[in-house]
């Protein structure tokens, strides 16, 4: 199965573009005496449509990395592509994409290649001590964190 193919910002705002170009181009030449045909407009369907369908596959693609990446304490971005069956340089652009929006706590070893998920360490709002991970309750005044 080939790699799949992420699209990017770039690429939604070019086709939004050429999309609301043919679709007034189609409703001139359906309206008023413009030259051109009024088929334009059904290319602009296609292309609004396409549009979304990658906005979701990508969306798709992004909860797929987020949910494999945290099952990982370490991984390497050669061995998590070859998982996920997505290039490397798409990879990359997902986890920057994601560690921009805060969903995703991760550094980059860039002369080891291995990704390192980073722990949110939490503390008790009350007494301000430090709390492990999956607790409940503050281990220092008791206190519940729920």
Known sequence: MAPRRLH??????????????????????????????????????????????KYYEDRKIKNLVLNTITTYKTVSLESLA????????????????????????????VNTGILRIIEEQRFCPYCGSYVPPGASFCPKCGSSLE
Do not use: Q
Request: proline share 1%.
């Open 8 to 53: 990017y910002h770039g690429e939604y705002l070019s086709e939004f573009g050429a999309a609301v170009m043919f679709l007034v181009w189609g409703l001139l030449s359906w309206f008023a005496d413009f030259p051109g045909t009024s088929w334009f407009v059904v290319l602009a369907a296609f292309l609004f449509v396409d549009m979304v369908r």
């Open 82 to 109: 070859r998982e996920l069956r997505i290039r490397i340089k798409d990879l990359r652009r997902v986890i920057l994409d994601l560690r921009a929006e805060g969903l995703l706590k991760a550094e980059f070893d």
